[in-house]
């Protein structure tokens, strides 16, 4: 995520409400996992 915002794409990062989920994919130590959530204003050009 911190790599992705040095770039102007914002997108979050940890356990984003899936606590459990992280926990048992032995994620958490590793900052969790990244999400990212396009919206109707986001053009073609932004996703590319």
């Known amino acids: 995520?911190?790599?992705?915002?040095?770039?102007?794409?914002?997108?979050?990062s940890g356990h984003n409400y899936a606590v459990e989920?992280?926990?048992s994919?032995?994620?958490?130590?590793a900052g969790g996992v990244v999400r990212v959530g396009p919206v109707h204003y986001n053009s073609t050009a932004e996703v590319d």
């Open 1 to 12: 995520a911190r790599e992705l915002a040095r770039r102007n794409i914002f997108v979050w």
């Open 21 to 23: 989920v992280v926990a």
């Open 25 to 29: 994919l032995g994620l958490q130590d």
